[in-house]
């Protein structure tokens, strides 16, 4: 078995992109900039922000977190997100969800000019990608094609199957690793809340991506000998820590090592390439924003 590092991988991208950015910089180019929104005081989004906001820094990107209180309103939210649209210094912008119930998610992705839209949730960008267009994709499946690219491992013909179907993980991802590209060209079966007989389907996994957001629900038994196991899942569960928490992924880390070729761990798997995801992202909106020409693909 051999573990996908997402640090590994993650750190190599980061320092690609910034001997990129200070290249740019030093012909007298302004600086990539991101801008995360944050509404409340929520623990997990509170953490995925700052982090969001030290690794654009250390990549060399200006980055702004703007917090709001609960008590804000939708079409005050909508109104900053237009400012933001409008303003020429910001190539990048995304809004943590989750969202306070009284503010509706969709139409604040919706609002985002889709070339400033680095979480990729626009519909704009999600037809792009359907049509297999190159466009700002979602971060954390694009995170992942840049893993399973860094790692080289095939995927022509493969048979994925991707558990979940959320806009932002499982759906995506199973178009992704469909589409006539690498990583990509598999049979996918998508699996979700109402599928039946659930191992039927992981068992004959050459790639098994597991987002449904109960800890460790993919035990090594459901897992076909050699397939390759990336596991999306984050959950903060309550532990006799300092912390008072630990992090679970989806998978049963323990016994499906034992049956994998390759598999994520967590934390230090998807998470962190969601985060490289993101600044590919907002680096190739920066380059379309003042007109350079070759953009990142996978
Ligand atoms: P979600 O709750 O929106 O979707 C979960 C999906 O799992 C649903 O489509 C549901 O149909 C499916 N599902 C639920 N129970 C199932 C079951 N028993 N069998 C098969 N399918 C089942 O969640 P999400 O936003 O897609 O996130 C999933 C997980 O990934 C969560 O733990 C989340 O925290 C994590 N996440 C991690 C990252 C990252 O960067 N690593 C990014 C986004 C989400």
Redesign the pocket.
Known sequence: MQLLDGKLVSETIKEKLKTEIESYVSQGKRKPKLVAIIVGDNGASQTYVASKERNSKAVGMDSDIIRLETTITETELLDLIAKLNNDDTVDGMLVQLPLPKHIDANKVTDAILPHKDVDGFHPYNTGQMVKGVDTLLPA?PYGILLMLEHYNIPTVGKHCVV????D???KPMSILMSRNAYPGNCTVTM???K?QD?NSYTLRADILIV????PE?VTGDMVKPGAVVID????RMDADNEKGYVIKG?VHFESAKEVASYITPVPGG??LM?IAGLLMNTLNAYKKHVGIEEAYTV
């Not at 987002?211 to 109960?214: F, K, L, T």
């Not at 999306?232 to 959950?235: E, K, P, Q, W």
Request: charged share 10%; glycine share 20%.
């Open positions: 954390t558990i979940g179907r959320s932002i993980v499982g699996c979700h809340s599928t659930l987002a449904s957001g109960i629900m999306v899942g984050i959950t989806d998807v998470g969601t």
